[in-house]
């Protein structure tokens, strides 16, 4: 690599370059982030933001020795950068490149590989105590987090423990860009809004107002204690009320500035909070002016026009499509979502009913117990989260929603294999952390139709709380079913040799499976359970007519649809033996989604060629095989 950035190769060649030479440093890594993003996708938008930032945390503070964590991962490209891997960004996010986020496998300089927001002050609050109880004197621990990711409960949980201790070797950055995926909301959102503005007193309060429309009872209380107003304008009051030392407001693109802040900050000698205000997209105009969410994620795209290449239909458009034509059908239907409207979908929902949509930034727990008290008001709420984020949020599933059988449908999107994002962002543990809950039902669509279908049905319980779960990307082919068996759909029909129960999106790859065992004269019926809990009865008849029973889900094998089956038929005492294929128990690498499921063998040909071996081994003659012992 050619350039300044091509020079660094870690942090003491940063240290070495003169402040004449960091303006063309910065404009280097930008130039890098957007041709990385403009072909392979990423988070584009938080690291155009962080840029000087990063030049200046790593002038300060001696990484590895000075931990520095990153909330969320997803804003580290250009630490990335300066701790020498720089290179790799043409293959960024891509099978056997560098991670999205931080990878303690790629660098010594990552510590976490967080993607789940809100963890880096809790990290950085054990590894303080740590390094205080053990004497490493002059270590720090430094946690870059976002004014989005301080809307979680985690983060005030650790912001209390931080203050707690007068000499902790801790530093705290705030990169308040205003934003997580979309604006920050929230009374949080609200007080960090005030302080990045200088207004008179009246000017202030309609500013707030202005900012915090959905929360009158905070606008009231500004009015009613006109004396306390100064400390809205006062900046550091929110932070040293916990008793933690504040710098800032700082303006996070003036390096310098940020510099100088961050080493005051270092020598203090005890928990600080410095407070960088960012803006997301810096640099780049089609990020800066992209309304939505300021490229915070987009897929490969045009350079020059940020055009993004188009991605067909995916699950998400069905989903969002059909809830705001339940919306029009009920006006009981709310819809919550924790911090991601468009992500999710459901700004569509938004945009037909403003007054219908509750955003409680990254706060997962508290969506889920806010959709309690929303259905004991009579309402039936609608909570979107991608899967891989529901697992912070499942004791609220399970004490405060499924315990008072309440009529809450949360829908999972991104549910299985994810691929680009890596080992966290795969939703592969829903299907076996919620077959545990008491009364509560999940439904998996195996194509579009199925997916409108379902999401109706599921809003319809009234009884206890309902899960309808789809995966990321293109909406699969509709398969339409050429029989019922109770309320599952039979997708083929075989004489009794091999059960398939596919689930979901899977049934693509079963049906492609049972074609080719058919060549090979081995007849299967594939089956389409739609809801996976509680299994249909049926299931047991079906089973019992067949000599081996197969079961095919987009999840992790222990605990998911393959166990319920087995469960089920053996506490019928149907005597099939059940051969489970699903992703294996274990944190996936980074890849295409097509891709890892070709690698752990859940594809039609794997599954055909597994499938038959295991019907070889039960069709064996009893003289060939090995003699017990």
């Given at each position: 690599?050619?350039?300044?950035?091509?020079?660094?190769?870690?942090?003491?060649?940063?240290?070495?370059?003169?402040?004449?030479?960091?303006?063309?440093?910065?404009?280097?890594?930008?130039e890098?982030?957007?041709?990385?993003?403009?072909?392979?996708?990423?988070?584009?938008?938080?690291?155009?933001?962080?840029?000087?930032?990063?030049?200046?945390?790593?002038?300060?503070?001696?990484?590895?020795?000075?931990?520095?964590?990153?909330?969320?991962?997803?804003?580290?490209?250009?630490?990335?950068?300066?701790?020498?891997?720089?290179?790799?960004?043409?293959?960024?996010?891509?099978?056997g490149?560098?991670?999205?986020?931080?990878?303690?496998?790629?660098?010594?300089?990552?510590?976490?590989?967080?993607?789940?927001?809100?963890?880096?002050?809790?990290?950085?609050?054990?590894?303080?105590?740590?390094?205080?109880?053990?004497?490493?004197?002059?270590?720090?621990?430094?946690?870059?987090?976002?004014?989005?990711a301080?809307?979680?409960?985690?983060?005030?949980?650790?912001?209390?423990?931080?203050a707690?201790?007068?000499?902790?070797?801790?530093?705290?950055?705030?990169?308040?860009?205003?934003?997580?995926?979309?604006?920050?909301?929230g009374?949080?959102?609200?007080?960090?809004?005030?302080?990045?503005?200088?207004?008179?007193?009246?000017?202030?309060?309609?500013?707030?107002?202005?900012?915090?429309?959905?929360?009158?009872?905070?606008?009231?209380?500004?009015?009613?204690?006109?004396?306390?107003?100064?400390?809205?304008?006062?900046?550091?009051?929110?932070?040293?009320?916990?008793?933690?030392?504040?710098?800032?407001?700082?303006?996070?693109?003036?390096?310098?500035?940020?510099?100088?802040?961050?080493?005051?900050?270092?020598?203090?000698?005890?928990?600080?909070?410095?407070?960088?205000?960012?803006?997301?997209?810096?640099?780049?105009?089609?990020?800066?002016n992209?309304?939505?969410?300021?490229?915070?994620?987009?897929?490969?795209?045009?350079?020059?026009?940020?055009?993004?290449?188009?991605?067909?239909?995916?699950?998400?458009?069905?989903?969002s499509?059909?809830?705001?034509?339940?919306?029009?059908?009920?006006d009981?239907?709310?819809?919550?979502?924790?911090?991601?409207?468009?992500?999710?979908?459901?700004?569509?929902?938004?945009?037909?009913?403003?007054?219908?949509?509750?955003?409680?930034?990254?706060?997962?727990?508290?969506?889920?117990?806010?959709?309690?008290?929303?259905?004991?008001?009579?309402?039936?709420?609608?909570?979107?989260?991608?899967?891989?984020?529901?697992?912070?949020?499942?004791?609220?599933?399970?004490?405060?929603?499924?315990?008072?059988?309440?009529?809450?449908?949360?829908?999972?999107?991104?549910?299985?294999?994810?691929?680009?994002?890596?080992?966290?962002?795969?939703?592969?543990?829903?299907?076996?952390?919620?077959?545990?809950?008491?009364?509560?039902?999940?439904?998996?669509?195996?194509?579009?139709?199925?997916?409108?279908?379902?999401?109706?049905e599921?809003?319809a319980?009234?009884?206890?709380?309902?899960?309808?779960?789809?995966?990321?990307?293109?909406?699969?082919?509709?398969?339409?079913?050429?029989?019922?068996?109770?309320?599952?759909?039979?997708?083929?029909?075989?004489?009794?040799?091999?059960?398939?129960?596919?689930?979901?999106?899977?049934?693509?790859?079963?049906?492609?499976?049972?074609?080719?065992?058919?060549?090979?004269?081995?007849s299967?019926?594939?089956?389409?359970?739609?809801w996976?809990?509680?299994?249909?009865?049926?299931?047991?008849?079906?089973?019992?007519?067949?000599?081996?029973?197969?079961?095919?889900?987009?999840?992790?094998?222990?605990?998911?649809?393959?166990?319920?089956?087995?469960?089920?038929?053996?506490?019928?005492?149907?005597?099939?033996?059940?051969?489970?294929?699903?992703?294996?128990?274990?944190?996936?690498?980074?890849?295409?989604?097509?891709?890892?499921?070709?690698?752990?063998?859940?594809?039609?040909?794997?599954?055909?060629?597994?499938?038959?071996?295991?019907?070889?081994?039960?069709?064996?003659?009893?003289?060939?095989?090995p003699?017990?012992?």
């Amino acid at each position: 690599m050619d350039g300044l950035l091509g020079s660094v190769k870690g942090p003491d060649d940063v240290k070495r370059l003169g402040a004449e030479e960091l303006p063309r440093l910065a404009a280097e890594i930008r130039e890098l982030l957007v041709d990385s993003c403009a072909r392979n996708g990423g988070h584009l938008g938080p690291n155009l933001g962080v840029v000087e930032l990063t030049i200046a945390l790593h002038r300060v503070f001696d990484s590895p020795r000075d931990a520095i964590f990153w909330d969320t991962g997803h804003q580290s490209y250009v630490h990335k950068m300066l701790t020498g891997r720089a290179d790799g960004f043409d293959r960024l996010k891509q099978e056997g490149g560098l991670s999205g986020y931080p990878s303690q496998a790629e660098s010594e300089h990552d510590f976490v590989e967080n993607s789940h927001a809100s963890t880096a002050l809790s990290y950085a609050d054990g590894l303080a105590k740590a390094l205080k109880l053990r004497g490493e004197r002059g270590r720090k621990a430094v946690a870059v987090i976002g004014d989005g990711a301080l809307t979680g409960g985690m983060a005030w949980e650790a912001l209390n423990n931080i203050a707690g201790i007068k000499d902790l070797p801790c530093v705290i950055v705030v990169n308040d860009n205003g934003r997580s995926y979309s604006p920050t909301i929230g009374g949080l959102a609200s007080h960090l809004s005030s302080l990045r503005v200088t207004r008179g007193y009246e000017e202030v309060l309609e500013f707030v107002k202005d900012k915090i429309g959905g929360v009158p009872v905070l606008y009231d209380a500004l009015h009613g204690f006109k004396k306390g107003v100064k400390d809205v304008l006062a900046p550091q009051v929110m932070f040293e009320d916990l008793g933690l030392k504040y710098i800032g407001p700082i303006d996070g693109h003036d390096e310098p500035a940020v510099e100088a802040a961050l080493r005051k900050a270092r020598d203090f000698g005890g928990p600080v909070i410095v407070h960088v205000v960012t803006q997301k997209g810096r640099g780049y105009s089609p990020a800066e002016n992209h309304d939505e969410d300021q490229f915070h994620s987009p897929g490969a795209f045009d350079r020059a026009t940020g055009a993004e290449k188009p991605k067909g239909r995916i699950w998400t458009n069905v989903f969002s499509e059909e809830l705001v034509e339940l919306g029009a059908r009920r006006d009981d239907i709310v819809a919550i979502t924790a911090a991601m409207l468009h992500p999710t979908g459901l700004n569509r929902f938004a945009e037909a009913y403003p007054d219908r949509i509750y955003d409680v930034g990254i706060a997962e727990q508290h969506a889920l117990t806010s959709a309690a008290g929303l259905a004991m008001g009579g309402l039936h709420p609608v909570v979107a989260v991608y899967a891989t984020f529901l697992n912070r949020a499942f004791d609220q599933l399970l004490m405060d929603v499924a315990l008072h059988r309440l009529p809450v449908t949360v829908v999972l999107d991104r549910a299985g294999v994810t691929g680009d994002d890596g080992a966290s962002h795969n939703g592969m543990w829903d299907l076996s952390i919620l077959q545990v809950v008491p009364g509560l039902a999940i439904a998996v669509p195996r194509d579009g139709e199925r997916l409108a279908e379902l999401l109706n049905e599921a809003v319809a319980i009234e009884d206890g709380p309902s899960v309808l779960r789809f995966p990321k990307g293109p909406v699969a082919e509709s398969i339409e079913a050429v029989g019922k068996l109770g309320q599952m759909d039979v997708l083929r029909s075989g004489d009794p040799d091999v059960l398939i129960v596919a689930v979901g999106p899977m049934a693509q790859a079963a049906m492609e499976a049972a074609v080719l065992l058919d060549a090979q004269g081995i007849s299967a019926t594939v089956v389409d359970p739609r809801w996976v809990k509680p299994l249909d009865e049926a299931l047991v008849r079906a089973a019992a007519a067949h000599k081996l029973v197969v079961v095919v889900e987009d999840n992790g094998r222990v605990g998911g649809v393959g166990d319920a089956v087995a469960r089920l038929l053996r506490d019928a005492d149907v005597d099939v033996p059940v051969r489970t294929f699903g992703i294996p128990q274990e944190f996936l690498d980074h890849a295409k989604r097509a891709k890892i499921l070709g690698a752990i063998g859940l594809t039609g040909q794997d599954l055909a060629r597994d499938i038959t071996e295991a019907v070889a081994k039960r069709s064996a003659p009893l003289e060939s095989q090995p003699a017990r012992r």
